[in-house]
Every structure is written in C-alpha cells, then in structure tokens.
C-alpha cells in the first residue's frame, strides 16, 4: 500500500528548475522517430495558423493516461480554432501502437515517437523532469505554457486562443508551479522516509509526528499545502487525521487566496470529516458557486448533496 501511494505521488511530479529556455523563446521543431496517430505535424509550417499542444507521456505513467480524456477533449473543442495536440513518448513504437489501438477515439489526436531530441529541445531545456508535461506554442511559434495537463492547461488555451494570455502572467504561473514542485519533492521524500520507518509500536502517535516533520519543511505553497491535508485524510494511511487535516485545508486555501473551488472543497471535505457538518456545507456551496467549469460544477454539487443528505442522517455531530 505504501509503495503504491508513493508510486503514483512521485510519478504526478514533474520537478521544475532553472534550464535554458523560457517563456517566448521561439519553439524548436518536432524530431519524431515514428508517428502513431495521425500526423505528420510540423510547428514550422503552422505558424500564423495554428496553436500546438506538445505533451510528453509515458503509457506506464498514471497521471499521463488520467490526461488523456482531457487531451482528446481539448482538441475536440479547440480544432476548429487551429489547435493541434501533439503526445510524445520515446517507449517502443510496439508498446505505444498497441496501447493507442485499445484507446481508440478515446485517445483522439497526434501520437508519436520522439527520437530523443524534442525532450531535449522543450522539457529539459526548460529544467524539467517528470511527466506528464505539456507546452503550449502560439501561433508566433513561441511558447507560451507550459506545466501539467490537469493543472493549467485548459485555461492556458482558452487565453491563447483567445488572444489574451499575458506572458508575464504566465511566467508568474511557471514560477509558482516551480516553487510548488519543489515542495512536493521535499513533501515526497518526507513521506517515503517516514513510512519506511514507521513500526506497530509508533503507529499510534503517526498522525503528531509526522506533523511535526511536514511543520519543518516550512510550506508555502497552496500545492503543498494541500497535498498535506489530503495525506490526514487519507484513510489507507496511518497518517489519518482529520483535524489536522483542516488545519493544513484551511492554510492551503488561504494561500490560494480564498478563491480556487478545488481547494475550497477540500476544506470543506476536511470540516465534514471532522464532523462540522454545517460549517462543510457552507464551504462546499461556495465551491459549486465559484466553479466554471460546468462538468466539474456539477461534481461539486453531488458532493454538496451527499454532505447534506449524510448531515441529516447525523444529527450529533458538531455544527461548527
């Protein structure tokens, strides 16, 4: 179980540092060893028309099949407006081939085989280690995105597409998810060191300790934040506490500035197990308020139902 959690925690990582490239540098073309999928693309010959989205997965990577669906979506709606989605991958054309027949339309855009020199050219030329990762070229031939599929990217588009990206908006945003990443490697490593040494005769005093641990990495992030607060709340993990897991939700959405919708969830899911039922539901209506997007909107809002149902059905439970 430990190594499973772990597993999927540092294989969603993808760690951010200094490299030689940044935002608005003009994009390298794509050296593919084989197209899969559709194809050829060439950035080149799509400047002034078209708008890339070159992404880097792995079929091995959970985080890089949860994109997928995302992917195929955003090109599906962004198609007629020039976008080109573009995954790469440098696994055996064999593997790929066979893993992109059983997706079918469910994997609906460019797939390819990169020979080693479009890695070199987009993610380790801008530091980065990890997938999935995707860049995002203007119609310019510049990039002017980049970060996770799940985390960005939707928006990113829309803005580009739109016109309305302001590069040194999204340099902030690179910045921040920098800073983010490289807490999540402290928090990661924490995490592998401390269940690895974590015995029956300690267990019961998990939750304390290895809050005082987390306390001297000293995180700022939102990123951090939460991912520590979903750790208490975790219950696979001898980790599970959820006061302290509303402690580190609360901070977490602070640090976001009160309005992002995920994080105000998942206060909201941290007042709720600590049994402040009403307090929760405060928050959760205020999630469903803020989210735009209208699929996510409406998963929100079957959390509100359960927690208002549940709250029925536990009238003891702490109010505030």
């Known amino acids: 179980m430990k190594k499973k959690y772990l ?4 294989a969603l990582l993808a760690a951010y540092a200094d490299g030689a490239s940044d935002l608005g540098d003009a994009a390298k073309p794509l050296s593919v060893q084989e197209w899969i999928k559709n194809g050829p693309v060439k950035i080149e010959d799509g400047k002034g028309t078209n708008i890339y989205v070159v992404e880097f997965w792995a079929t091995w990577c959970p985080p890089c099949l949860a994109s997928i669906p995302h992917l195929t979506e955003l ?3 962004y198609k007629d407006r020039g976008v080109i989605v573009v995954g790469l991958t440098s696994e055996s ?3 790929v081939k066979k893993f992109v027949e059983k997706m079918g339309d469910q994997m609906d855009y ?3 085989i990169d020979d080693g020199k479009t890695e070199e050219n987009y993610p380790e030329a801008f530091g980065v280690r990890g997938i999935p990762v995707a860049f995002v070229v203007d119609k310019d031939g510049t990039i002017k995105w980049w970060g996770r599929p799940l985390q960005g990217l939707s928006k990113a588009v829309e803005r580009i597409v739109d016109g309305k990206l302001d590069l040194a908006t999204a340099k902030k ?3 921040d998810n920098a800073a983010a990443a490289a807490e999540t490697v402290s928090l990661a490593n924490t995490i592998e060191t401390f269940l690895s040494e974590l015995s029956a005769s300690n267990a019961p005093a998990a939750a304390s300790t290895f809050k005082g641990k987390v306390e001297a990495l000293n995180l700022k992030t939102a990123t951090g934040l939460s991912q ?3 750790l208490f709340l975790n219950p696979k993990l001898p980790l599970r506490n959820p006061q302290i897991a509303l402690e580190y939700a609360k901070r977490a959405t602070e640090a976001s500035g009160g309005k992002t919708p995920a994080l105000i969830n998942l206060h909201a899911a941290a007042l709720f197990e600590s049994g402040k039922f009403a307090d929760a539901i405060a928050r959760q209506k205020t999630a469903v308020e803020l989210e735009e997007d209208v699929e996510v909107k409406a998963s929100l809002k079957k959390i509100l139902d359960t927690m208002e149902a549940e709250a029925k059905e536990s009238p003891k439970a702490s109010p505030h």
């Open 173 to 175: 945003e690179v910045q």
């Open 110 to 112: 460019h797939v390819a």
């Open 75 to 77: 090109q599906k709606k």
């Open 7 to 10: 597993v999927s925690l540092l």
């Open 93 to 95: 054309p064999a593997v």
């Open 228 to 230: 520590v607060a979903t």
